[in-house]
């Protein structure tokens, strides 16, 4: 896991075949045949994730993989997690929410023979435009705001990827320019991933 990170496989490395990942909650619905990976998507208070450190932690090791796709904090009130914000919805990350999101990403980390990915969601938002809260970064033309979670994520920016590989050169100037690391590489069962 990493500070803004954005996985994706493309399959082996090396080929174009694609791998399929089925978007849905882990076992409901139970799906036939059962998909090879999931990109499990979860939003929740804080104490969720603090309470669920240990969510993967039972899960069968019979090869089936799974790609925490979206996680965050964004709410207060297990009642009404997609409300207003007057309703206990999040604006911004909290220290309450970063740290929830914290003890999460100990047990992505621990359960990392199946879990081959996370990344917070969402993202980016422009400071007076914004459709989902809360986001890891908030910008406007002259400034980028870090939020709490972001600094949460940074301390898994540089996760160990077996096999290295050079990101394309028109990237990797712009990205230098602006400071943002990026790594490139393959897992251990030969998947791309990039990290920014």
């Known amino acids: 896991m990493s500070v803004l990170q954005i996985n994706f496989v493309i399959g082996e490395a090396g080929t174009s075949e694609p791998a399929f990942i089925a978007t849905s909650d882990a076992f409901s619905p139970i799906l036939s045949p059962t998909p090879q990976a999931y990109d499990v998507h979860v939003y929740q208070i804080p104490s969720w994730f603090a309470e669920n450190s240990f969510y993967y932690d039972s899960f069968e090791r019979n090869g089936t993989k799974y790609f925490e796709g979206e996680y965050a904090a964004i709410s207060t009130n297990a009642n009404d997690i997609f409300g207003t914000s007057a309703d206990g919805r999040l604006l911004f990350p909290t220290m309450q929410s970063s740290s929830g999101e914290a003890a999460f990403m100990t047990g992505l980390e621990r359960n990392s023979d199946i879990v081959f ?3 917070y969601a969402p993202l980016l938002q422009h400071v007076n435009s914004t459709q989902w809260t809360p986001d890891l970064i908030s910008f406007d033309a002259g400034s980028v705001i870090r939020s709490t979670s972001f600094y949460v994520q940074k301390p898994e920016q540089r996760r160990r990827i077996p096999s290295e590989h050079s990101a394309v ?28």
């Not at 028109?170 to 590489?185: F, V």
């Open 117 to 119: 990915a996370a990344s």
């Open 169 to 196: 050169p028109d990237w990797n100037s712009l990205l230098e320019r602006h400071k943002i690391d990026w790594l490139t590489g393959s897992d251990n069962q030969g998947l791309f991933i990039g990290s920014l």
